[in-house]
């Protein structure tokens, strides 16, 4: 049986895990602030260690920072990626959202008491929505692999927000100051993906009239993302390989490769071992990657994310676009938690900012969600510029001078975005959906601060 510290400001959780503890046949110590749970820690030295996230005196995490020598459970109702990773990377073996259940205490106090981890020390920030059991457990893997260069392979269905948690693992490393580059692989024909990522020296192929640097080098001391890398062509599939193996590029045409020192993070939603048995996919290369798995859960199997995703959006797009916040009716939360999002994070936030913009009151309901039968593209197009321009005009206290160009701007920020994001960034094909040129394009991208 081990001797366990309960530190936690409220009186009601110390009674309640101690009576439990104890019935397990547990010694017991209380801390009511972290001052005391730190006296306890130095003098009577616990064998696990359950601490609350905010308490007077010392914090939880300042705490963390200090002990070293006792496996330590978080315990908070600040279910959020930023306290969930700090708390990972400070040494916290564990992290439990109230209200816990008491199996989730025993399963902790398993593992811990079977294996004591150790811990690493580090300071970082981030935000992601999601404090879902499923969701927890990847912040937890984002915490631990984060300070290290391992390769990750982030697994999903589309729109799970693979790229959203490579960026997190990035600005959660050491390597948060140097870039982070994002390629899908599926976007570009292979011999364009080859120049890209490896670059290619003066007179290499016909136009080349000048060296590039590939997407390695220019990520040097940072981060690739490799989204899609599922569709990544059998022949280059070597030369990553290679560049993995020894760390080093050389561009097309090149007689001298170039050392390197950059993070891969891959990402996929196919399944790549059975890509393997089929061929698709080099066996040697997936071992390469898959050296720690990410696994993002579809939005379906995490509901209790999908209303503070959906209220993160409406607060994201209120700012972006300057549009009035907007409360969810109870006809749309009952659409929103019953949907099963196929489309996943990416439909709702897509779903969101189609109803920001089309309701036309403080209120969004389930029509506005979903979209109606009978209604052609061009009314839907009049009726989001008609109901952005009554927003804009309710929300302005004197006459605005720049109405014309706020209305153009915001307009062409969300179809540019999303005919980017349908085109999976490929700005090429983008263009020509569009119908503009592609230079045309890369300069609207600049001026409207989209990110791609």
């Not at 601490?51 to 600040?78: N, W």
């Not at 008491?102 to 398993?110: C, P």
């Not at 690493?120 to 937890?140: A, H, L, N, P, T």
């Amino acid at each position: 049986m081990a001797k366990i510290l309960v530190a936690d400001d409220e009186k009601s959780i110390r009674l309640v895990l101690k009576k439990y503890l104890t019935s397990k046949g547990h010694s017991v110590i209380e801390a009511s602030n972290g001052e005391e749970a730190l006296k306890a820690i130095r003098e009577q030295k616990p064998d696990v260690a359950f601490i609350d996230i905010k308490m007077p005196k010392l914090d939880g995490l300042s705490l963390l920072k200090r002990v070293k020598e006792t496996p330590v459970v978080i315990l908070t109702a600040y279910g959020t990626m930023e306290y969930t990773v700090k708390a990972m990377e400070l040494g916290a073996v564990d992290y439990l959202t109230k209200p816990f259940s008491f199996e989730e205490i025993e399963e902790v106090l398993s593992k811990i008491l079977a294996a004591p981890p150790t811990g690493q020390e580090s300071e970082s920030g981030g935000d992601i929505v999601g404090s879902s059991k499923k969701m927890q457990e990847v912040f937890k893997l984002v915490g631990r692999v984060a300070k290290s260069s391992i390769t990750v392979l982030i697994t999903g269905e589309s729109g799970t927000g693979k790229e959203v948690i490579a960026r997190a693992i990035h600005n959660f490393s050491d390597r948060k100051e140097k870039p982070f580059i994002a390629v899908n692989c599926a976007a570009l024909p292979p011999n364009l993906l080859e120049a890209e990522l490896f670059g290619y020296e003066k007179g290499a192929f016909t136009g080349a009239t000048t060296s590039k640097k590939g997407l390695f080098e220019q990520a040097n001391g940072g981060t690739l993302f490799l989204d899609e890398i599922g569709e990544l062509p059998v022949e280059l599939q070597a030369k990553l390989l290679r560049v993995l193996q020894e760390k080093e590029v050389r561009p097309i045409g090149g007689t001298k490769s170039r050392k390197i020192d950059v993070r891969v993070i891959a990402a996929t939603n196919r399944d790549l071992e059975e890509e393997v048995k089929k061929g698709n996919f080099r066996e040697d290369l997936y071992f390469r990657l898959n050296v720690v798995k990410i696994e993002l859960p579809p939005l379906r199997e995490r509901r209790e994310d999908i209303l503070p995703l959906a209220h993160h959006f409406i607060k994201k797009f209120s700012g972006e676009f300057k549009l009035e916040p907007k409360e969810l009716s109870e006809d749309a939360v009952e659409f929103l938690l019953s949907y099963d999002f196929p489309g996943n994070v990416r439909e709702l936030e897509n779903m969101i900012l189609r109803a920001m913009v089309l309701s036309s009151g403080k209120v969004i309901s389930r029509s506005d969600l979903t979209p109606q039968e009978g209604r052609g593209p061009e009314k839907s197009i009049e009726e989001a510029v008609r109901s952005m321009l009554v927003k804009l005009l309710s929300v302005e206290q004197k006459e605005p001078n720049n109405l014309y160009s706020l209305i153009v701007k915001s307009a062409e920020k969300v179809v540019i975005s999303e005919v980017l994001k349908f085109c999976n960034f490929n700005q090429v094909k983008a263009a020509k959906i569009l119908g503009i040129h592609r230079n045309t394009l890369r300069k609207k991208i600049r001026e409207l601060g989209i990110k791609v």
